[in-house]
C-alpha cells in the first residue's frame, strides 16, 4: 500500500503582555504575523479575551472600544481589525475566544451530561475547551504558524486559565512546536535619566511562576535599549540577549514590522520553531505603503462626527480606513472630532466646519446626539462640503432629506421615537427578537450598485458584499418620495428589499453618499476601501478648491464650497467673526 504523507506540524507562537495593559500585544502580532507571511508562511492570528461576556457586541465602546464583525458575522475584539489590515486575510469567529464562551461550551455540556460522573473543574474542563479552541484552526491544514495574543496583563485572575492551557498545550505539543514571545515595558525614569528594567524583571518572574519560560521579549520603551540593558534584561529573564527586542514608538502603526524586520524578529522565531530561514522577505510594497502614509504632498480636515468620540478606539477602523485611503490620495487625513451633542447645544454650529474639508457621520445607536448629527448634515448638505454617512450616519442622513425636502417634519426613527413618519424602521425579522446578543443583522451580505452612481464608479463593480451590524433600515414606504425628491439609491439587497447605499447626484453635491453596512472593516493598509478612496478624493479637490478661491476673493469663507456662511458671518482663524456690513 502507498504510503500516506504525513500532516505537517503546525507552530503555535503566543503572546503575553505584562506590566501595564494596552502596549499594543495587537500590533505586535499583526508584524509578526505580516513578517511570517513575507516570507512565504501561510499564518493566521486568533485572539483570546478575558472577560466573561460571550462577545463584546453589548458592551459600551466606552469599556470595550470598538466591535469588529467578521465576514461570517462575529462580533468581535477590534485586535481582530488589525490582523486583517495587515495581512490581508479575513479572520473568523474561530479567531476569537472569550472567557464566556469558553463557560457557556462547558455548561452546556456538562448539563447535556457530558460529564457524567465528573466534577466540572478549572482544569482539566476549562483549559481543555480553551486548548481546543487554540487548535480548532489548524484542523484545516490551512496554515503553517497559528499566533495566539493572549489578552490581559500577565498577573491578573482572569487569564490564568488562558495561560494554563497554553502551558499544557506547549507541553502536548513539544517546545520545538511552541513558542513564548512576551511583551513588557521598560520605563523612562526622568529623574533619574535612566531605564529601569525591574518591572520586566517582575513580569517574566510572574509567567515562571505558572511555568511559562518567554523566549523573545519584546520591549516597549520610549528610549533606546543599550547593548548592556538588552544583556541584563536578558540575564535576569533568561532570555538569549538576542531575543531581547526593543519596541519603541513608531511614527506609524505599520512602521512596526519594518522596525521588526530591523531587529530580525522574524529570523529569531523561525530558528526557534525550527522553520527554514533562508526565505527573503518580500515587503517591497509595504515600504511603498509606508513610505506614502509618512511623506504624503497634501492633507485634509476630515470632520468626525459621533457620540463616542472621547475614546477614539470605538472608531479605530474607521480611523485606519482614513490612513489607507489617505495614502492612496498622497494625503495626510486630520481627523477632527466632533461631538454629535454638542452640535444639538449650540446656537451656530459654523464654527466646527472651519477649515473642514469632509464630513462623517459616524455609527452608533440610541438616540443620544442623534438630533445633533442630523442638524450637521442639514448644514453639511446646505453648504455642499463632502458627506459619508456609516449605518447610523446614513439614517440620519435620510431623516434629514425626508424633513427638510419631503415635507415630513415628524420624519424619524422609529429607534428614537414614536412618529407617523418612521421614515427607518426595524427590519422585519427583528421586530419578535427579545434578546440583544448576536442577533442584529451581521456579517457579509450582498449588495446591487446602481449603473453610473457614485458607489458603482467608486467599485469599478456592479455586486459587491459588505459586512452588516445593525437592526433598523429605510422604511419602504418612502422609498418613492425620498426618489422623487432627488435622493438616489444606489445600493440594494439582491431581492430589493433592503435599501443599502443612498447617494445625491454630482450635479446635485460634490459627494453626498451613505452606507447602511460597515466599509471601513473591509479597508486593508494596502488597498483603502473603494468609497473611503473617493471620500477622500473629494475631500482633497473640496480644499484645492476652498484654496484656490480664497486666494482670488479676500472675502471668500473658510467654510463649503459655496463661498458664503450663513447670517453674514464666517470663519477666521477658527473663531467666529461677524461681517461688517454697509447700510
Known sequence: MPKTK????????????????????????????????????RVTIQ??????????????????????????????????????????????????TTTGQVYNEVIQRERRGDYLGATVQVVPHITDEIRRRMTQLAKSGDFDVIISEIGGTVGDIESLPFLEAMRQHTMKVGKNNCLSIHLSYVPYIASAGELKTKPTQHSVKTLLEIGIQPD????????????????????????????????????????????????????????????????????????????????????????????YVQLQDAYKSIAEAFVHAGAENDAKVEIVWINSEELEQKRSIDSYFANIDGVLIAPGFGSRGVEGKIRAIEYIRKKKIPFFGICLGMQCA?????????????????????????????????????????????????????????????????????????????????????????????????DGNLVEIIELPREVHPFFVGVQFHPELKSRATKAHPIFREFIRASVLEKETRVAKSKSDPNFSSIGTNGHATNGESVRNGRMVREQTSS
Not at 500590533?27 to 505580516?34: D, E
Open 6 to 41: 504525513a500532516k505537517k506540524q503546525t507552530k503555535y507562537i503566543f503572546i503575553t503582555g505584562g506590566v501595564v495593559s494596552s502596549l499594543g500585544k495587537g500590533i505586535v502580532s499583526s508584524s509578526l504575523g505580516l513578517l511570517l507571511k513575507s516570507r512565504g508562511f
Open 47 to 96: 485572539k483570546f479575551d478575558p472577560y466573561i461576556n460571550v462577545d463584546p457586541g453589548t458592551m459600551s465602546p466606552y469599556q470595550h472600544g470598538e466591535v469588529y464583525v467578521t465576514e461570517d458575522g462575529a462580533e468581535t475584539d477590534l485586535d481582530l481589525g488589525h490582523y486583517e489590515r495587515f495581512l490581508d486575510t479575513n479572520m473568523t469567529r474561530a479567531n476569537n
Open 216 to 307: 523573545v521579549l519584546v520591549c516597549r520603551s520610549e528610549q533606546p535599549l543599550s547593548k548592556a540593558l538588552r544583556e541584563k534584561i536578558g540575564l535576569f529573564c533568561n532570555v538569549e540577549t538576542r531575543a531581547v527586542v526593543e519596541a519603541r514608538d513608531a511614527s506609524t502603526i505599520y512602521e512596526v514590522p519594518l522596525t521588526f524586520a530591523e531587529e530580525n524578529v522574524d529570523t529569531i522565531v523561525l530558528e526557534k520553531l525550527g522553520l527554514p530561514s533562508s526565505s527573503k522577505r518580500d515587503l517591497a510594497k509595504w515600504r511603498k505603503y509606508v513610505d506614502r502614509v509618512k511623506n504624503p504632498s497634501k492633507s485634509v480636515r476630515i470632520g468626525m462626527i459621533g457620540k
Open 398 to 494: 435620510v431623516i434629514e432629506y425626508a424633513r427638510n425636502l419631503c415635507g415630513l417634519r415628524d420624519a424619524n426613527s422609529s429607534e428614537f421615537a414614536t412618529t407617523r413618519d418612521a421614515v427607518i424602521d426595524l427590519m422585519p425579522d427583528q421586530k419578535h427578537i427579545q434578546t440583544k446578543g448576536a442577533t442584529m443583522r451581521l456579517g457579509s451580505y450582498p449588495c446591487i450598485l446602481k449603473r453610473g452612481s457614485i458607489v458603482h464608479k467608486a467599485y469599478r463593480d456592479q455586486f459587491i458584499t459588505e459586512r452588516h451590524r445593525h437592526r433598523y433600515e429605510v422604511n419602504n414606504a418612502y422609498r418613492a418620495l425620498l426618489s422623487d425628491k432627488g435622493m438616489v439609491l444606489s445600493g440594494v439587497s439582491p
